[in-house]
Structure formats: C-alpha cells, structure tokens
C-alpha cells in the first residue's frame, strides 16, 4: 500500500447513550473536544490521537479505532453497569481492571 493511503474504520455505537459515552472516554482520560447539538464527537486520547463519533459510527485512522474500539466499548459498558446499578440499589467496586463486584443495598 502506497505510503500516501489513508484508511478509515468505523465502529458502530448506534444505540449508545451520549452522556454515557462521554463518561467513558472521559473515565479513560481523553479529552472530549467537541459535543454538538446534531450529536458529533470529536474526542483525542492522551497521545493525541482523535478521532470523531457521528450517529454512532467512530471514524478515523483504521489502525487506531481498531485499538482503542474494544478500550471505548469496555470503558462505556462499565459506565452502563454503574448507571444501571445506581438506578436499582447496587454499589460497584473495582476488582480488577477486568472485574467488578456489585453489591445490593439493604
């Protein structure tokens, strides 16, 4: 492939919530620069690396949305469950960097 080519890939967060999404990238120490009313995200990791997320798709350098797309999607699943154990009685507390323990309030 020629030294000139751009590739693009894409991620599809079509159902996500928004706020949600942002505690995740911000959780993750990105940077979000650019939240407009039509829903766009322009968020850049610590690096500097960016990439923009319109109607549910992240795109950007093929190589690095296909790193960090995994990275995103864990981070805005922790934010989900902490949400939704909130709304219902649950504490979270980290285990590990993989794991978390939900316990239920009396």
Known sequence: MPCDTIRLSTVNLAVA???LLVKALEAMQW???LLSASGTIRFRSPQG???I???G????NEGFVAQVAPRIRQAYA???VTAAGQRYGWTMQPKS???LVLTRRR
């Open 78 to 80: 922790v934010q989900c």
């Open 31 to 33: 940077t979000v620069d």
């Open 57 to 60: 798709t992240i795109t950007g």
């Open 17 to 19: 919530d928004r706020a």
């Open 49 to 51: 690396s960016g990439s």
């Open 97 to 99: 960097a993989q794991q």
């Open 53 to 55: 997320l319109a109607d």
